[in-house]
């Protein structure tokens, strides 16, 4: 009897053994490049020409394995050593970014050829969004006029949407805020992206990735400061940006100031300290005696939980008014509290449900008074004509 275990079948064949000189050559991005330089060579500086060859050489040639060759290519004519220098035995071309007219004309031209090829292998967004992010890191390496070109360029795609505002990160760089070059750089990109669009949409934009307040970061800690960017800015011709980032800083101090009363009042801090407080912050921020009471009436309002019974809630206002009284006198001096016509719009339609019988019969009389004063500066401005 024979108790020899039956032989597992196994798979049997030839096995070829890959060097890893043709693996090197397989994976090396050289041949690539000699592709696209040669393709390009023959398109000459057409940049319609270079769409169409870009677009037919994605079913023929590997975009996705070798995107940051592609578009170190296509901005600064062949492939970038670390640091933004062109290695010197590499193949070169003239059709690229870089050595392209240093113009909004033509930078607009190239972007249509970004826009293109991106829109025709999707694939490709994540790989152009980190490519520009390495090109900002590289700034420094690129001449005056290269790094012009890249801004307008960037200003363009950012505006029509091939971009998205999260890249100008790279700009926070140490090193490129130390030595002037993030903000000299924002100054080209921003009026490119203002003049595709306008400040309201750029504002949106840097909305959307929590960078509307960062943009005093392109300068250095001792220059983060309001006046220095708007003078800045403006004196390069941006006079909008340097607006926008005064109010921005503006709506920050003033929603910062609300925050602390509030906190302030519910630990029941001494008027005198708040005081204080709030007058620091008016000088320190510019911020108007008209705003601040609205800011503190805002807070007041909030730090208490009104009566559900309407009838009681007049009383509860009346008693809790009382309290800050001193709070908001103190910052009623010289401005007008509230106009005519607000004070006439709330007792018409602007005013809230809860409260409303009682308070809009106690205004009763002194809304009569407001629209006859009206009425009779109205008629004494047409006598005097």
Wanted: proline residues 2%.
């Amino acid at each position: 009897m024979n108790n020899q275990k039956p032989q597992k079948p196994t798979l049997s064949g030839q096995r070829f053994k890959t060097r890893k000189r043709d693996e090197k050559e397989r994976f090396d991005p050289t041949q690539f490049q000699d592709c696209i330089i040669q393709g390009l060579s023959e398109t000459g500086t057409d940049l319609e020409a270079v769409a169409k060859f870009l677009d037919a050489s994605g079913a023929k040639l590997d975009y996705r394995r070798y995107a940051e060759t592609l578009f170190d290519i296509l901005v600064a004519g062949g492939m970038l050593a670390p640091g933004g220098t062109l290695a010197d035995d590499m193949t070169r071309t003239n059709v690229c970014v870089f050595a392209a007219q240093e113009d909004l004309e033509t930078m607009q031209a190239f972007a249509q050829v970004f826009n293109k090829l991106i829109r025709r292998y999707k694939y490709l967004e994540k790989g152009f969004e980190d490519e520009v992010k390495k090109l900002l890191l590289f700034l420094k390496g690129f001449s005056e006029s290269e790094r012009n070109k890249l801004a307008m360029l960037t200003g363009i795609l950012l505006a029509n949407g091939t971009l998205n505002a999260s890249i100008l990160n790279s700009l926070y760089n140490e090193n490129l805020v130390k030595e002037g070059v993030s903000a000299a750089f924002a100054v080209k990109l921003f009026k490119s992206w203002i003049n595709e669009k306008d400040i309201n949409a750029v504002a949106v934009s840097l909305r959307k990735v929590n960078m509307d307040n960062r943009l005093m970061e392109l300068f250095p800690a001792n220059k983060q400061s309001v006046e220095h960017f708007s003078k800045y800015f403006t004196e390069a011709g941006l006079k909008e940006l340097s607006e926008y980032v005064r109010n921005q800083q503006s709506i920050g101090a003033r929603k910062e100031l609300q925050k602390e009363l509030q906190e302030q009042m519910s630990r029941g801090d001494p008027f005198k300290d708040i005081i204080l407080y709030v007058k620091e912050e008016m000088k320190k921020n510019n911020i108007s005696e008209q705003t601040v009471v609205a800011i503190i009436w805002s807070s007041v309002m909030s730090t208490v939980e009104w009566n559900k019974k309407e009838e009681l809630v007049a009383e509860q206002a009346i008693k809790h008014l009382k309290q800050y009284s001193p709070l908001l006198a103190a910052f009623t001096t010289q401005a007008e509290v509230l106009s005519e016509e607000p004070i006439l719009k709330w007792y018409k339609d602007a005013h809230l449900a809860k409260g409303k019988s009682v308070f809009l019969e106690q205004m009763k009389k002194f809304v009569e008074w407001l629209k006859n004063a009206e009425e009779e500066s109205e008629s004494e401005a047409e006598e005097g004509d």
